[in-house]
């Protein structure tokens, strides 16, 4: 093994960081949802400026809600990406709906970022959180779509590249060799999202943890008794 | 039959004189905190009127309650597919601006100006930005309103109305107008809890009191677009939504909610109802006009032994049914049919009736001259100045039949009274008039009682809350004994 800095340095940033980031992630959410569920909340502020919110929003949620989904199915079935992606036109298509969901995001997010800074009554809700949260995922959706555009077809070589270094991660045998040979704006994106996940629990990012799956199965009115309050009616 | 006990309210109309001294008790109590300033859980508004937020009453912008749809009941702000594409932003919900911003000024100006020619001013600032603002709107900022062309004439419940009814209301010196105080109705069937992504929202199983678990809150908002009555808000600070809780703290302890204690015109009645939980359900989907005998039929007769028997066994205290049997909202809602819930249309079966006011001068008019004596006695209520569509629009789902009922009985009692008192109506035909209206002359004694001579405790008969069967008493007070106490202790502190 060689001693080179720059090495080291890949070291630090694809195997420290990445363990140090999911440890914080988990520990820090857990922690912040035992001790402080107070501050769970999605800090609405539609209620403040219900007009421009609507075109920030729904971009930004709908775009990045289909990128996440899209990185999530490549690490979870390379195989059967691959095998879909072997017939261009299917290739194509995969990729443009990426691409067509990244921008959204960026739009989506730059029109939330706009509307922050435009309407006086948003800087009472705006913390520095939200500021360093802002930077860092334009970022990263920069870095994506620079990706996109200039070292095409990343649907293709995530699986073969990102997917094995990824699973060694995992397994807990982290193996570099694929992410080091990498050009850095490839690098940028994935140390950016390290970030986003380190970060992740002290912000208002914490919602998404939240998303309330019980709603589509529970009956429509709730009853709790004084007694009995852990057993919540549904009636 | 499922006997539960519910908290239920009665505000007898004819007799609030506007004061507003219920919205400031509770503000003072509840929503002097940051980003509860523009909430009013208690509000009294001018009828006819805009209300607070504007419009409040307008379901084709709000989409808030229940409708009946196939058969069922669906609430029409949200479902469940709905609500995935409606979290991110959510079309129905109002905004600051529907409510207004709120603002104080800097007084500190007064006493700090430089001498100077000029008087110095306190300009109002924002409480939201701290920024000087130009105040376009505020609480009550319609009243006394009556016929105004920016306030009045928008009033969603003049559907229906002739054009001569709407000109009745609005002429120049026939102006006419009411107050209307609202609370959180805490709804047998409320369309806040069924909406609640979260499942934050519940109805307290003892008595029925509605509330927003503070910790579940997820500020997803989706109530504030459910309540028809628009009686839940959004804390912007917090990022929770909060609501009126029914003073539970007070009830808890034997006092009258903070609004109703303070009450100058004694217009508010608190008691327990017992109710059929297993009929709601087939009540809230009946036609129009047959709800609010469906929501009376509700309502269990608690001297009844099969219903007291089910009570017990349902878990309800032994001294709740006893309060039960005393409670004056029963007498109003069920015994003398005279308190009416508002907008039931909506169908989340309010628990806060209201009794229907009288028009101010019952005059009818005959040519150039007033007159206030026609051959029928009755006859007045139909040609009342407030028509009795508005009224019917308000608390009759849109028909006059309860409302006529109502305002007749109110009237045969004045009748009767009047006999009683001065003399000038001779009994026989007081007690005719008393027949007509479906009114004996003991209901009638009954009525002039609660409403004119009632004390503190014939108005509110509070239930013992029984919190000794409570989560604290599960817990080992030994353990507790050098802490800060039970429950919530985390400061509502907004996340970052």
């Known amino acids: ?235 | 039959m499922n006997v539960r006990s519910q908290i239920a309210m009665v505000f007898h109309l004819d007799k609030c004189i506007g004061c507003h001294t219920c919205s400031i008790a509770c503000k003072n109590i509840w929503t002097d905190r940051r980003g509860t300033e523009y909430m009013w859980w208690n509000n009294v508004e001018t009828k006819p009127g805009t209300g607070f937020p504007t419009q409040w009453e307008n379901q084709e912008k709000y989409r808030g309650g229940w409708k009946v749809e196939d058969e069922k009941l669906k609430l029409r702000s949200t479902s469940k597919a709905r609500i995935v594409t409606e979290i991110f932003h959510n079309p129905s919900q109002p905004s600051m601006d529907d409510y207004y911003e709120p603002w104080t000024y800097k007084y500190d100006e007064l006493f700090n100006a430089p001498e100077g020619p000029d008087q110095p001013t306190a300009r109002p600032v924002s409480m939201v930005t701290g920024e000087y603002i130009n105040v376009e709107a505020g609480p009550n900022w319609d009243d006394d309103l009556g016929g105004s062309p920016v306030y009045a004439e928008n009033d969603p419940n003049l559907k229906g109305l002739s054009e001569e009814q709407k000109q009745q209301l609005f002429a120049i010196e026939r102006l006419v107008m009411f107050y209307f105080p609202r609370i959180c109705n805490h709804c047998l069937n409320p369309s806040c809890v069924a909406a609640c992504p979260s499942g934050a929202l519940y109805k307290r199983g003892e008595d029925g009191i509605v509330l927003i678990d503070q910790k579940r809150c997820r500020g997803w908002r989706a109530c504030i677009a459910a309540c028809p009555y628009k009686k839940t808000f959004y804390n912007w600070s917090t990022g929770k939504s909060e609501k009126c809780i029914l003073c539970y703290p007070r009830l808890e302890t034997g006092q009258a909610p903070a609004c109703f204690h303070s009450c100058v015109g004694r217009i508010r009645y608190l008691g327990v109802l017992l109710y059929d939980a297993d009929r709601l359900e087939e009540v809230a989907k009946l036609p129009d006009d047959q709800l609010i005998d469906g929501q009376r039929s509700l309502v269990l007769n608690p001297i009844d032994p099969a219903v007291i028997e089910a009570a017990l066994q349902n878990g309800i205290h032994e001294s709740v049914v006893e309060s039960a049997q005393k409670s004056p909202v029963y007498k109003f809602v069920k015994e003398w049919k005279i308190a009416l819930p508002p907008h039931i249309e909506y169908r989340t079966l309010p628990m806060l009736f209201y009794v229907p006011p009288m028009s101010p001068v019952m005059a009818s008019r005959n040519d150039d001259t007033i007159q206030s004596v026609s051959d029928e006695f009755f006859h007045d209520i139909e040609d009342a100045r407030v028509p009795l569509q508005f009224l019917a629009n308000l608390f009759g789902a849109g028909h006059q039949a309860k409302i006529i009922y109502a305002l007749k009985k109110q009237k045969a009692i004045r009748a009767y009274r009047r006999a009683v008192t001065v003399g000038d109506i001779d009994k026989n035909s007081a007690e005719k008039i008393l027949r007509e209206a479906d009114c004996t002359p003991d209901e009638a004694d009954a009525i002039y009682k609660l409403t004119s001579l009632c004390t503190f405790e014939d108005r509110f008969v509070i239930p013992p809350m029984h919190r000794e069967e409570a989560i604290e008493m599960m817990k080992d007070p030994q353990y507790h004994k050098s802490s800060v106490g039970f429950g919530f202790v985390e400061g509502p502190q907004r996340g970052l």
């Open chain 1, 1 to 235: 093994m060689a001693n080179s800095n720059p090495f080291f340095l890949d070291q630090v940033l694809f195997i420290v960081l990445p363990y140090v980031s999911f440890a914080l992630f988990l520990l820090i959410s857990i922690r912040r949802y035992i001790r402080e569920t107070f501050t769970f909340s999605s800090l609405s502020s539609q209620f403040l400026e219900n007009k421009h919110h609507f075109w920030g929003l729904i971009p930004f949620h709908y775009g990045i809600i289909t990128i996440l989904t899209g990185h999530l199915i490549g690490f979870l079935i390379p195989r059967e990406v691959l095998l879909w992606n072997s017939i261009p036109f299917r290739l194509y298509v995969l990729e443009l709906t990426a691409f067509v969901a990244a921008v959204l995001t960026l739009t989506g997010l730059i029109s939330i970022i706009i509307r922050r800074i435009s309407v006086p009554k948003m800087k009472m809700v705006t913390s520095v959180a939200d500021w360093i949260l802002f930077g860092i995922f334009i970022f990263q959706i920069v870095t994506g779509i620079y990706m996109a555009i200039f070292h095409s077809w990343g649907s293709s070589w995530f699986a073969v590249t990102a997917v094995p270094y990824l699973v060694s991660l995992f397994t807990l045998s982290p193996d570099i060799t694929f992410i080091t040979a990498m050009p850095w704006m490839v690098k940028f994106h994935i140390i950016s999202a390290y970030l986003i996940i380190a970060f992740f629990p002290f912000t208002r990012l914490v919602h998404a943890l939240v998303i309330p799956n019980p709603y589509l199965w529970r009956k429509p009115q709730v009853v709790r008794w004084y007694g009995k309050w852990k057993s919540v009616r549904h009636v």
